[in-house]
């Protein structure tokens, strides 16, 4: 079950100034579309509504966002945000 399923996102690096909204559209091959959860591997980079709308933090880096099925939780992947002063 799940093989050949995967999803991915349509932008995975987006490069924002500090405090800018993006969002992170999936794409889902070979598997109907399930629930995506959102989570910040690294709590200070910023935040992400359940819908998937990112937020930069305030400091400058290289911010990582794991995006998987809720249902399927071993089918995920990555996207970055890359926060520089505008």
Request: with cysteine; hydrophobic share 30%.
């Given at each position: 079950n799940g093989v050949?399923?995967?999803i991915e996102v349509e932008t995975p690096t987006a490069v924002l100034?500090?405090?800018e909204e993006y969002f992170f559209n999936i794409k889902f091959h070979?598997?109907?579309k399930c629930s995506i959860g959102y989570e910040l591997t690294d709590p200070s980079g910023g935040s992400i509504?359940?819908?998937?709308v990112y937020t930069s933090p305030t400091k400058?880096?290289?911010y990582e966002i794991k995006?998987?099925?809720v249902e399927q939780p071993y089918i995920c992947t990555y996207?970055?945000?890359v926060v520089k002063k505008k």
């Amino acid at each position: 079950n799940g093989v050949g399923q995967w999803i991915e996102v349509e932008t995975p690096t987006a490069v924002l100034g500090t405090k800018e909204e993006y969002f992170f559209n999936i794409k889902f091959h070979n598997m109907d579309k399930c629930s995506i959860g959102y989570e910040l591997t690294d709590p200070s980079g910023g935040s992400i509504t359940p819908d998937g709308v990112y937020t930069s933090p305030t400091k400058e880096g290289v911010y990582e966002i794991k995006i998987y099925c809720v249902e399927q939780p071993y089918i995920c992947t990555y996207a970055y945000a890359v926060v520089k002063k505008k």
